[in-house]
């Protein structure tokens, strides 16, 4: 299963059009999870105690986990996500506070290592930027240190069309140029 995690809000997301795309290009059925129709709950003292309760109990199964769940058998991952803001949607930093659970995409060595728990092997990371300052560490590098680093997905691909906004930028032909790229996956 192909896992489509929607960060885009603007109706004519330059991020969408791409990531659209990529999605055409990978086929095979898709789930998509439109990260603005969630209601994220408030990470709190609450939350976090009943949540770690859950984990402890391995209760994997309880509702609060159903993303998680979603995520660590997706087959392959696709998150479109703009650039703004010098980072992604705050959203999306929401959805992977909640997916990343102990015992269910990720657990712990003795040695307190984190082992990736999810079947994916790919993920691509989709994006686009208005300006030309875009450092990688403030949002792709961010979830492919998620990726590697705890679900275990080693093949972390970033597709970014950047400089769209700037004056005199050829902007259909910094999308054609992704495109490309996509075409080529």
């Given at each position: 299963?192909?896992?489509?995690?929607?960060?885009?809000?603007?109706?004519?997301?330059?991020?969408?059009?791409?990531?659209?795309?990529?999605?055409?290009?990978?086929g095979?059925?898709?789930?998509?999870?439109?990260?603005?129709?969630?209601?994220?709950?408030?990470?709190?003292?609450?939350?976090?105690?009943?949540?770690?309760?859950?984990?402890?109990?391995?209760?994997?199964?309880?509702?609060?986990?159903?993303?998680?769940?979603?995520?660590?058998?997706?087959?392959?991952?696709?998150?479109?996500?703009?650039?703004?803001?010098?980072?992604?949607?705050?959203?999306?930093?929401?959805?992977?506070?909640?997916?990343?659970?102990?015992?269910?995409?990720?657990?712990?060595?003795?040695?307190?290592?984190?082992?990736?728990?999810?079947?994916?092997?790919?993920?691509?990371?989709?994006?686009t930027?208005?300006?030309?300052?875009?450092?990688?560490?403030?949002?792709?590098?961010?979830?492919?240190?998620?990726?590697?680093?705890?679900?275990?997905?080693?093949?972390?691909?970033?597709?970014m069309?950047?400089?769209?906004?700037?004056?005199?930028?050829?902007?259909?032909?910094?999308?054609?140029?992704?495109?490309?790229?996509?075409?080529?996956?």
């Amino acid at each position: 299963m192909l896992l489509f995690i929607n960060a885009c809000v603007r109706r004519e997301s330059r991020t969408k059009l791409l990531a659209d795309a990529l999605l055409s290009r990978l086929g095979g059925p898709c789930e998509e999870v439109r990260l603005e129709d969630i209601a994220f709950p408030t990470v709190n003292e609450a939350f976090l105690a009943e949540r770690d309760g859950l984990i402890a109990a391995e209760a994997f199964d309880a509702p609060m986990f159903a993303l998680a769940r979603q995520f660590a058998r997706a087959e392959r991952i696709v998150v479109a996500a703009p650039y703004w803001d010098l980072s992604f949607p705050a959203a999306l930093k929401q959805y992977f506070e909640q997916i990343n659970v102990l015992g269910v995409t990720f657990r712990y060595t003795p040695e307190g290592v984190p082992v990736g728990l999810c079947r994916a092997r790919t993920l691509y990371y989709v994006s686009t930027a208005g300006g030309a300052f875009v450092p990688e560490e403030y949002g792709f590098g961010y979830v492919r240190a998620l990726a590697e680093g705890f679900y275990g997905i080693r093949d972390v691909r970033l597709i970014m069309a950047k400089g769209l906004d700037i004056v005199g930028a050829d902007k259909d032909a910094i999308l054609a140029g992704a495109l490309e790229e996509i075409a080529e996956i």
